[in-house]
């Protein structure tokens, strides 16, 4: 069901228009809606062919036709993506300091022109390859590693190397390595984090920084930060409190906003606040890097936070902050202090909550109910940490807004934590957060007994216990629904509170699945294959980050993160949903951060809260925002000259 905002953008993806931006957007919505595996993701990401945001920055570039490579796939799908203009990307240094930059260096597709140019001539071997030859070459090498983690070092080997080839092997391959650099390898990335240190990337601050955070925020080198991801590394996806370790999250999210939000790599800041760690294993690690002492809390622990977020606001007061990875009891306290002065978000509260309400607006439509009948099921959240809670009232706030009222709203939720089902009988125990949700009667009761007694449509697992979604426990949630949602969504895969195998075979392959964590379809006895989706984050905050950073949002809005929610629902084909997928293809996940970032924005200009969208850049958000999109190319390189006369 679409709304009629969404109805309108859908006609203007299809409009008649003339100039040839429409024409390939037309394109390119052509091949999103088609679920047909063999659609090529390059087609499908090429479309928004362009580079960075503010026109005067060195870094904005234009692809030139001398830039379109020999290994076209299919012409008609290119046609878009030539543009007849490429400026030059100019840059101070010279020589091997250009090649060891990652952000300049091109490595052996130097053309001779550059290499003369820039000083390189002798410093690379002869042959001159261009990006497809790389990718080729570095896939081949990649593909033939025997495990996921040393996947993820090659991978973060090439993006300290090359940061434009490292972001396009994800656009062209997102599928295969979103899971490589993403959940579920990142996990054990961070695990390992310390024991395997190459290179750092991102800023830490820990308390010995007190005092110094607006002085060191200009140790960055970039002065044009659109993007912070921050983590404490207190609650590591479902692996808990990993310390400094954690950094690899804020960089795993962040290639994510580049290759699938197409925010430019020089604008993203990865940042650890290193305020301990209560992980006696690595207080205890000799090879441990981040501050061997407890946790700071209380006070002294809110005043630090305060102090970065006021630094990096002094050097980029428009930077949007993404909170990440913090810690259930902090994590809400810290949205609710900033979220109206600060343009930020919690992804793992809101992040999360706007994806499962989307997977679910999917889901009811999978299972041939009318969107409008979210307030109609019953809710069964088990886990009831800041993504549980995040989630009720992402969907809370969406049944009010199709019409519920509070009562009836709050009714369709049954919420449980190691304690058992949340009644009001220990409401004096609970966080404010949670107090609205907390039922009547069946205080503590199991999670079997609230299937069999209340028989949940929808069961949603954010626990970090892996497997707690036992055979006994589905088999009950399909007595008592013809097709129950099931999405278990910790992470990484080993978190998941069941797997699609369990799922589909203890529902007799009725249920509708999505996950945290990607699995595979997973084929039955009966010869039939049942398919999964991922619900995760990744769909919804590269969009919103996009939509909220080009609009100069003020602040990131509850409204904007349920816009966000309907904008990604609509991305699913029917033909996705008749087999019981309920969220986009991941090849398509930069068309889908584009729609969410139109969305966002004409959400935010409505609510006004856009402070940098112009009447002309009003008139055409889908082309306003394509044109902003970062695509990784290589662009020529040319010295930055002082002229003195
Ligand atoms: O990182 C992910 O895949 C999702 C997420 O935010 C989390 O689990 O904390
Ligand atoms: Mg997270």
Not at 472 to 491: D, M, Q, W, Y
Not at 499 to 528: H, L, N, R, Y
Not at 531 to 550: D, E
Request: aromatic fraction near 8%.
């Amino acid at each position: 069901m679409l709304s009629s905002s969404a109805r309108v953008l859908a006609t203007r993806y299809r409009g008649n228009a003339s100039n040839s931006w429409k024409r390939n957007s037309q394109k390119a919505a052509v091949v999103t809606t088609s679920s047909s595996p063999t659609s090529s993701p390059v087609a499908a990401t090429r479309f928004f062919a362009t580079l960075p945001t503010e026109e005067d920055d060195a870094m904005d570039v234009k692809v030139s036709p001398w830039e379109v490579p020999e290994q076209v796939p299919d012409e008609g799908e290119w046609e878009g993506c030539r543009r007849n203009f490429m400026s030059p990307l100019q840059i101070s240094v010279r020589g091997s300091d250009i090649l060891t930059n990652p952000l300049y260096s091109k490595g052996t597709a130097f053309k001779n022109g550059e290499r003369d140019r820039l000083r390189l001539r002798g410093l690379l071997p002869h042959r001159i390859m261009n990006i497809h030859k790389q990718i080729d070459r570095f896939l081949i090498t990649l593909r033939d590693l025997d495990s996921n983690i040393r996947k993820n070092i090659m991978l973060e080997d090439l993006h300290d190397r090359n940061e434009t080839l490292y972001h396009r092997v994800l656009v062209d391959h997102m599928e295969e390595m979103a899971p490589l650099i993403y959940t579920p390898t990142v996990g054990q990335a961070c695990q390992e984090h310390s024991s395997r240190f190459r290179r750092p990337r991102g800023m830490y601050f820990s308390e010995e920084d007190r005092g110094h955070m607006a002085a060191m925020v200009y140790n960055w080198p970039q002065p044009d930060v659109h993007v912070i991801v921050v983590t404490d590394g207190s609650r590591i996806l479902g692996l808990g409190d990993l310390g400094a370790n954690g950094m690899g999250i804020p960089v795993g999210k962040l290639s994510l906003y580049c290759a699938a939000g197409g925010i430019a790599p020089h604008r993203v800041l990865p940042v650890v606040l290193d305020v301990g760690t209560d992980n006696k294993e690595l207080l205890e690690d000799e090879f441990y890097l981040g501050a061997q002492k407890p946790r700071l809390r209380g006070p002294e622990y809110y005043h630090l936070v305060d102090e970065f977020m006021e630094a990096v606001r002094y050097r980029w007061p428009n930077v949007l902050v993404q909170f990440e990875d913090f810690d259930s009891s902090v994590a809400q306290r810290l949205l609710d202090k900033y979220r109206n002065e600060h343009l930020c978000f919690n992804d793992d509260i809101q992040g999360t909550g706007a994806t499962t309400l989307a997977g679910l607006l999917g889901a009811i439509r999978a299972k041939g109910e009318e969107v409008t009948s979210l307030g109609d099921q019953r809710i069964l959240i088990v886990g009831a940490g800041s993504a549980g809670i995040g989630i009720a009232q992402v969907l809370y706030g969406a049944m009010l807004e199709q019409g519920y009222t509070e009562q009836q709203a709050k009714d369709s939720f049954f919420i449980c934590d190691q304690h058992g089902l949340i009644g009001e009988e220990r409401v004096g125990k609970l966080t404010p957060e949670t107090k609205p949700f907390a039922r009547a009667e069946d205080d503590g009761m199991s999670i079997v007994d609230v299937a069999k007694k209340h028989k949940p449509t929808i069961v949603l697992g954010v626990t970090a216990v892996g497997g707690l979604f036992n055979e006994e426990f589905v088999r009950e949630l399909a007595a008592g629904v013809e097709r129950p949602i099931i999405f278990p969504l910790s992470n990484p895969t080993v978190k998941a509170e069941c797997t699609a195998e369990q799922a589909f075979e203890w529902t007799d392959g009725k249920c509708i699945f999505a996950s945290g964590s990607p699995f595979d379809p997973v084929e039955m006895v009966d010869g039939k294959t049942y398919y999964t989706s991922q619900c995760n984050n990744m769909y919804v905050f590269p969009g919103v980050g996009l939509g909220a950073t080009l609009c100069g949002a003020k602040k990131v809005s509850d409204r904007m993160l349920y816009i966000a929610a309907k904008a990604l629902a609509e991305c699913v084909p029917e033909e996705d949903l008749a087999r019981g997928q309920v969220f986009p293809h991941i090849s398509k996940i930069r068309m889908v951060s584009h729609k969410i970032a139109v969305a966002v924005i004409e959400e935010a200009m409505r609510d006004g809260l856009a402070t940098k969208i112009s009447a002309e850049d009003a008139k055409d958000l889908n082309e306003f925002v394509a044109r902003k999109m970062y695509y990784p190319e290589y662009v020529p390189i040319v010295e930055k000259r002082t002229i003195t006369i």
